[in-house]
């Protein structure tokens, strides 16, 4: 399978992730896995920052940037913690059923 170059507007989306969590994530990670936890306050920081369900479509409050950029966070939000890329892919997940196949409550 060949893979497609990314834009230059998903590298620089790429290297903003990048720098974001490793500077709020990566010094924690060893606390927080010693300790049992992911902490709320660094995923609540990447949500204000863009960098949560940035594939949900406009019209529901998203960026409607795509299942791409979905991918590019994931893995550079694994890349600074494997523990909290999971968390993250999991409501990536769940939003994109809710997207998919919810009431329009629920979307």
Known sequence: MQRLPFTDEQNMFRES???FFKREIGPHREHWREAG????EAFLKAGEAGLLCMW????????????RAM???TEELSRAWIAAGSLGT?????GDLIAS????EQK
Do not use: H, N
Request: aromatic share 4%.
């Open 17 to 19: 992730a990048r720098e």
């Open 37 to 40: 936890i992911v902490d709320r």
């Open 56 to 67: 949900v479509p406009e019209e529901y409050g998203g960026l409607g940037l795509g299942k």
């Open 71 to 73: 991918c590019i966070v």
């Open 90 to 94: 999991r409501s990536e997940i769940a």
């Open 101 to 104: 196949g919810g009431t329009p």
